[in-house]
């Protein structure tokens, strides 16, 4: 496509892109900062024990582990290891599927996800929803969806609904 042919963001259009980069940006440094003050761990690491805590048995793959973090395998590996030194987290062959691995919250990490969550979900709070009225919020879901949905259609939708 040429530079005749090219769709220019407008300025309207600009001014949403650039809002909406500035977010993509700074939500997840002030995420990660909040966590590291607060309970000495990072963000992606947060989601990978909440994701195991929300699990029956609070045990999963290691591949839909990724996946719920949104991070690599190779990521979640050496991320694991970590917790795995805190004794937040062990892993085991899936008796399942030999090929596979799965990540087992332990009783620690479950007290870790326990004293750590009222925090972050405080800030989540504080930063996401406070500044928004309920129609803001489910628009902000919907275009969530819809963007989640053009980048990969045939991916889960992790905010339900």
């Known amino acids: 496509m040429g530079e005749a042919e090219s769709r220019w963001l407008d300025a309207e259009e600009q001014a949403t892109w650039l809002a909406l980069t500035g977010v993509l940006v700074r939500l ?7 966590l590291q003050r607060d309970a000495g761990i990072s963000h992606f690491e947060y989601q990978v024990l909440a994701g195991l805590s929300m699990t029956p048995d609070r045990t999963l793959q290691m591949s839909s582990l990724a996946e719920f973090a949104a991070g690599s395998l190779s990521r979640l590996s050496h991320t694991v290891k970590r917790l795995e030194k805190q004794g937040w987290v062990r892993r085991m062959p899936d008796p399942d599927d030999g090929r596979c691995t799965l990540a087992v919250l332990t009783d620690a990490g479950w007290e870790k996800v326990l004293a750590t969550a009222p925090g972050h979900v405080a800030e989540v709070r504080r930063l996401v929803f406070d500044p928004l009225t309920r129609t803001q919020q489910r628009q902000l879901r919907e275009t969530g969806r819809r963007i ?9 939708w992790p905010g339900g609904g």
């Open 28 to 34: 997840p440094a002030a995420l990660d900062a909040q």
């Open 148 to 156: 989640h949905h053009t980048i990969d259609p045939d991916a889960p």
